[in-house]
C-alpha cells in the first residue's frame, strides 16, 4: 500500500464497476483511479450514461465495486465488514439531483431533518427539546427560515427542497460529500444559490466534495481539480483552471466548446460531436471516443491508450497528447 499523507482523504485506485445485462457486460465503471484532499473538490463531469452515478455509489458502496480499491482516511473501505460501513456511513454522504424523490412526501422538515439525527443515534428520541434546537440550527445554517419547520415538501420550491436534502446530510457532519448533480434539477438563478450555500458551508465545515454533473460551467468555480469522464473511464484530469484554459483531450474540448461564451462577440469554435455516447457494453479495446473523435485516427484504436502526465497535475488519455 502506497503511504497516505495526511492531506489525502480519499483515493480511488482502479475502481471497477461492471453490470451483468443479458446483452453482455456493461462497463459502467473501468478502470478510474484518483485522490481528493481534505476539504477540496473533484469536480466529475461527461455526458448522460457515461458512468458518473455508478462512480459516486461505488465510492461509497451503494454499489459494491467489481475490483479496485477504494481509501478512506487510509482504510480500504471495500475490506471492511458491515458494522465497520455502518459506522463510516456518517462520514461518507450523498446528495440526490431530486430532492424531491430523495425527500419522504410524508414528513416535514422537522421529521426529515430529525430522522437522520434518530437513525444516527446523535439524539436520544425523548430529547425533543435537544432535537428541535438542533433541528433550527441547522435549518438556519442552510438558509431556510424557521418557520418553514413544519411544512411538507410539496409546499416548498426546488430549491427549498434541496436545502433541506443538504441539511439531512449536514446533520451527520460527513467528511466526504458526493453530490450527484444536486443542481441540475433547478432554475439557472437557484442553482447558483445552492452552488453559494454548498461552497460556503464547505468553508465553514471543511467538506470534502466529490461534485458530479454533466454541466462544465456548473463545477467551474466549485473544483480544485476537474475529472472528465467517457463511457466508465477518465480522459483527462486537471485543475480546473487549467482544464479550461488548456484542454488536452477532443473530449473535453468539445464539452467546453458547448458553454454558451459570456461574450458574444468573443467567437469560441463550436466542436459538434456527431452521434450519441453509445453504451459501454464490451467495449472494444482502444479509444471509446474514437467514433466520435474529429482528430481519430487508426493509433486510436489499436490498444487501451493510457493516461499521460501532459503537465502539471494534468492527465490526459490521448494519442495526440
Ligand atoms: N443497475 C444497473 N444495471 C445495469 N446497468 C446499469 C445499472 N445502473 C447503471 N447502468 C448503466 O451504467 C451506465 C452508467 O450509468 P450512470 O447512471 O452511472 O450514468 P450517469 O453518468 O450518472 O448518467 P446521468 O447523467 O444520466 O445520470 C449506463 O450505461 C447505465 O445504463
Ligand atoms: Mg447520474
Known amino acids: 500500500m502506497t503511504p497516505l499523507d495526511d492531506k489525502e482523504l480519499l483515493r480511488v485506485e482502479r475502481l471497477k464497476k461492471y453490470f451483468h445485462t443479458p446483452y453482455g457486460v456493461l462497463h459502467a465503471v473501468d478502470d478510474v483511479s484518483f485522490s481528493v484532499d481534505r476539504g477540496e473538490t473533484l469536480g466529475i ?18 454499489h459494491e465495486p467489481t475490483d479496485g480499491k477504494v481509501f478512506f482516511e487510509g482504510r480500504n473501505i471495500l475490506l471492511c465488514d458491515k458494522n465497520e460501513m455502518k459506522a463510516l456511513r456518517r462520514d461518507m454522504q450523498i446528495i440526490f439531483q431530486d430532492p424531491f424523490a430523495s425527500l419522504n412526501p410524508r414528513m416535514t422538515v422537522s421529521e426529515t431533518i430529525s ?20 433541528v433550527l440550527e441547522l435549518m438556519n445554517m442552510v438558509g431556510l427560515a424557521s418557520r418553514l419547520i413544519n ?6 420550491d426546488g430549491g427549498r427542497r434541496q436545502r433541506i ?3 439531512r446530510v449536514l446533520a451527520l457532519t460527513p467528511k466526504l460529500i458526493v453530490c450527484d448533480e444536486p443542481v441540475s434539477a433547478l432554475d439557472v438563478s437557484i442553482q447558483a444559490q445552492i452552488l453559494n450555500l454548498m461552497r460556503d458551508l464547505q468553508d465553514e465545515l471543511g467538506f470534502t466534495y466529490l461534485f458530479i454533473t454533466h454541466d462544465l460551467s456548473v463545477v467551474r468555480h466549485l473544483s480544485n481539480d476537474i475529472f472528465v469522464m467517457y463511457l466508465g473511464q477518465m480522459v483527462e484530469k486537471a485543475p480546473a483552471k487549467t482544464l479550461f484554459e488548456k484542454p488536452v483531450h477532443p473530449y473535453t474540448r468539445a ?44 493509433a486510436c484504436v489499436k490498444a487501451d491508450i493510457p493516461l499521460r502526465t501532459v503537465g502539471e497535475k494534468h492527465f490526459a488519455a490521448c494519442v495526440l497528447a
Open 115 to 134: 430522522e437522520a439525527l434518530l437513525i444516527q443515534k446523535l439524539y436520544s428520541p425523548r430529547d425533543r427539546e435537544g432535537l428541535r434546537k438542533r
Open 165 to 167: 436534502g443538504i441539511a
Open 45 to 62: 463531469v461527461g455526458e448522460s450514461g457515461c458512468g458518473k452515478s455508478t462512480l459516486g455509489r461505488a465510492v461509497l458502496r451503494l
Open 151 to 156: 411544512t411538507y415538501p410539496h409546499e416548498l
Open 255 to 298: 464539452l467546453l466548446s458547448a458553454i454558451p461564451a459570456p461574450d458574444p462577440d468573443f467567437n469560441v469554435q463550436r466542436i459538434t460531436l456527431k452521434g450519441e455516447l453509445t453504451s459501454p457494453l464490451e467495449p472494444e479495446p482502444g479509444c471509446r471516443f474514437a467514433k466520435r473523435c474529429p482528430d481519430a485516427s487508426g
